[in-house]
């Protein structure tokens, strides 16, 4: 039976702990996305290709944060360990889950980072390259996550790539990868929506505003109408980011937060108390409001009995990423 589960607002996380011993269990978590749900992925093709990875500090260990993001944190609440695809040797097939989430990725198959990373098209391509080395449909007792479409509307220094305007083509390149994971076999999707574009630091009080949150709101119904059409097989947790970041922004004590307005990181100098601030840097959360996204993702799990853990597979050869075959990758932005 399908679940449609949406949840928003501010959570009552006092009551966290007895929730934990009542979420489904999922043998692993494959992450689909963009700097959101990045673990490492970008910073490690930088290194290995450069000798330097991006981002740099004050960015934590290859995040686009202060600290961990919500996928280190909803991991751990479901005591899984997905390790970033750039790091899996050949070969080797981890056990609990894969991140192929990059910063930059757009939901079609351009990134704005740079245009030879792959984007989340080409990241659904790398799984599903990883499911036919293993002969196997997609794990059923896993937990799929998609969260993308940021990139999609925000301002880029992108050459290659124009914002849309409309949530069209958006919505189209989700169906796409949503419905491509569940013909491959994925029965657990997790899938979050965009908070108001216009409230960030980089956007707000700009003439591009009004728009941006305009975009969002269609984006986030159209996203919502797309869930509901997924097969009735399908276990779908829709998590609205939006209505926990507005919650966030008009009532920051709720929060603990002091400015919900400005970044902490300003590419300059950092603020001196990071945990207070809403935003990390122009359009990335800190690690503090990564933690509320997490809770909220955890909460809104069905509390269905826990799942049987399938065996691991042994794989030979593993396909890691095509994508991240060239040598070139990386040379022009990151020398």
């Given at each position: 039976m399908k679940k449609q589960i949406l949840a928003g607002g501010f959570v009552l996380f006092c009551v966290l702990s007895p929730l934990k011993a009542l979420?489904?269990?999922f043998s692993s978590m494959y992450v689909f996305g963009d700097s959101l749900s990045d673990t490492g992925n970008t910073f490690?093709?930088?290194?290995?290709?450069t000798g330097t990875g991006y981002p740099q500090p004050p960015y934590f260990e290859g995040h686009l944060s202060n600290g961990p993001n919500w996928v280190d944190y909803l991991a751990e609440d479901l005591g899984l360990n997905p390790v970033p695809v750039t790091t899996i040797a050949?070969?080797?097939?981890?056990?609990?889950g894969i991140n192929f989430a990059f910063a930059g990725a757009t939901t079609g198959t351009d990134n704005t980072v740079d245009p030879r990373l792959p984007a989340l098209q080409q990241e659904i391509t790398a799984f599903q390259g990883l499911l036919a080395q293993t002969a196997q449909p997609a794990d059923p007792n896993a937990l799929y996550i998609v969260w993308a479409g940021a990139n999609d509307y925000l301002p880029t220094q992108s050459t290659t790539f124009t914002p849309f305007t409309t949530p069209g083509p958006s919505i189209s390149n989700l169906s796409f990868a949503l419905n491509t994971l569940v013909q491959a076999g994925a029965k657990n999707l997790m899938v979050v929506n965009l908070p108001n574009l216009g409230e960030l630091p980089l956007t707000r009080n700009t003439p591009i505003s009004q728009g941006l949150n305009s975009l969002a709101q269609a984006h986030?119904?159209?996203?919502t109408t797309l869930t509901q059409s997924l097969g009735s097989d399908v276990n779908v947790t829709s998590v609205d980011v939006n209505t926990l970041f507005t919650n966030a922004i008009n009532n920051p004590a709720q929060f603990g937060f002091t400015n919900v307005t400005d970044p902490c990181f300003n590419n300059i100098t950092v603020c001196n108390s990071p945990n207070q601030y809403l935003f990390w840097d122009g359009i990335h959360p800190t690690t503090a409001t990564h933690q509320f996204i997490a809770d909220l993702a955890f909460n809104s799990l069905n509390s269905e009995p826990s799942q049987s853990?399938?065996?691991p597979t042994s794989v030979l050869g593993l396909l890691v990423f095509s994508v991240l075959g060239s040598k070139t990758l990386f040379k022009s932005k990151f020398k």
């Open positions: 979420a489904a269990s490690n093709v930088s290194k290995a290709l050949p070969g080797v097939l981890p056990t609990e986030n119904a159209q996203l853990v399938p065996e």
